[in-house]
């Protein structure tokens, strides 16, 4: 443990992020996706030492795409990556919702400039692999040596000096403070409070980006579309400056008997899935390679009333994961990224006990916003797999009446601002 002072300006600050005194750590990460690698580079900026560790050597689960609202690329921003992700991503000018055949417009939300100037951030598609390679490469020039790949935690262990990680291949790593950042089936969090109960939830989603360069100029605007039908639905959006499409196809009411979470699927199923649907899913489904067809089963588990101990606590989909019909997942990871290294500033951290204090109040602060997102992930997926035309109609009619109302709780937190309780 060590102290230092974070660099002090003389005049006011212009935000908080520029203002800070506080005692810095060695802190352990376990898992390198969106999450852990988020959470490394706030620490980091703050000062802290981090160390991450990323089982695979290689992403897994990176071919597909993600949708980032405000709330989400304000951090990302915060930490000066939007020049980079400018490039890479795409920022729709609308979330359309249509009916899965004929393709008629039951809803649409603005975004583009008006959702940015609103917001102060923009809304982004991109690659999955655009983006962590833009955290990683981040990372690994501010701070060389801090990201290990190829390194499986298997426990860990927390005494009242310190924590210790033991790695597969035997090594043990000590540091201040551990975040278990290793997603949905975290090990950490299996540790620290036994069994969660993570659900099957009975849907399975199909996913995969495609070239969309040979695609004719009026296929689809540049928004995000989410075809609904009953227990069923597909949203299609660009991601790559356009140059590739994603599509994630969601279809309830499925059994899954594989162990494995993602499962190679013949392709007649797909098309079978999605059969008489409109245009744009038949072309998505064409330009599907016939040998790359993979379903993903979803999970989620009830909202948890804890994930801290004294030196250790939880991040992303290891404390909160939510079915994606959202798509605010990994948002809901940036976000605890940024409120855990705010808490941390405020506690003497070279003190145990304040430690402790300080990791119970970073949970305070994201478990009741966690937990919503949680529940309201499940009602999303309850109205886009509505029965019949007419239900939908009035359901959506209505969601357009409360559109304020429904969209703004996501975009409008600002975990680099928002006052901590
Ligand atoms: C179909 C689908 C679509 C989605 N779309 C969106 C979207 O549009 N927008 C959005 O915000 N969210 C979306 N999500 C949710 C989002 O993907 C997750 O919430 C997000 O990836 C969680 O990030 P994480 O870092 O917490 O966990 P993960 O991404 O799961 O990362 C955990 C990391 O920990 C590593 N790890 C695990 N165990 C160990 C160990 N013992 N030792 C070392 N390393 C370990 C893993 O290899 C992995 O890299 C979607 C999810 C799905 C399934």
Not at 255 to 281: E, I, R
Not at 291 to 299: G, K, N, P, S, V
Not at 338 to 367: C, H, P, T, W
Request: glycine fraction near 8%; aromatic fraction near 10%; charge should be positive.
């Amino acid at each position: 443990m060590y102290r230092g002072y974070y660099r002090r300006t003389k005049k006011p600050p212009a935000n908080i992020l520029e203002f800070r005194t506080g005692y810095l750590v060695k802190i352990l990460i376990v898992g390198g996706g969106i999450g852990g690698l988020t959470a490394a580079l706030c620490l980091h900026e703050a000062g802290h030492e981090v160390r991450v560790f990323e089982r695979a050597s290689i992403f897994e689960d990176a071919g597909a795409g993600i949708q980032l609202a405000a709330n989400a690329t304000r951090v990302l921003d915060s930490l000066g990556l939007l020049p980079k992700l400018n490039n890479l991503a795409v920022a729709p000018e609308s979330i359309d919702i249509r009916e899965f055949d004929t393709g008629n417009l039951l809803y649409q939300s603005p975004l583009g400039a008006a959702y940015q100037h609103r917001y102060r951030a923009p809304y982004y598609h991109l690659h999955r692999s655009d983006l962590l390679e833009t955290l990683v490469a981040e990372l690994l020039r501010r701070s060389p040596g801090s990201l290990q790949f190829g390194a499986t935690v298997t426990k860990y262990t927390e005494s009242a000096k310190n924590v210790a990680v033991q790695l597969e291949n035997g090594v043990i790593e000590y540091g201040d403070c551990l975040v278990g950042a290793d997603g949905i089936r975290s090990s950490i969090r299996t540790q620290m409070l036994g069994n969660t109960p993570v659900q099957w939830t009975g849907n399975v989603a199909w996913r995969g980006v495609l070239d969309a360069t040979q695609l004719d100029d009026d296929f689809m605007g540049k928004v995000v579309t989410n075809f609904v039908a009953h227990k069923k639905h597909m949203a299609v959006y660009y991601v790559r400056s356009q140059k590739a499409i994603n599509f994630v196809g969601v279809v309830e009411g499925r059994s899954w008997s594989n162990d494995s979470w993602v499962q190679k699927s013949p392709y007649k199923d797909l098309k079978a899935d999605f059969s008489g649907w409109n245009k744009v899913v038949q072309t998505v489904i064409e330009l599907t390679p016939v040998d790359q067809c993979y379903r993903w089963a979803l999970h989620d588990y009830q909202p948890l009333d804890r994930w801290s101990s004294k030196r250790v606590t939880l991040l992303g989909d290891a404390a909160h994961a939510s079915l994606p019909f959202l798509a605010s997942g990994a948002a809901m990871a940036i976000e605890d990224a940024r409120i855990l290294q705010r808490v941390l500033e405020g506690f003497d951290l070279s003190n145990s006990e304040m430690l402790s204090q300080a990791l119970d109040k970073y949970q305070r602060n994201r478990l009741s916003r966690t937990a919503r997102v949680q529940k309201r992930s499940r009602q999303a997926g309850l109205l886009y797999h509505l029965p019949g035309r007419l239900i939908r109609r009035v359901a959506f009619k209505a969601l357009n009446m409360r559109a304020g109302e429904n969209e703004s709780f996501l975009p409008e937190y600002d975990a680099n601002t928002i006052p901590l309780v």
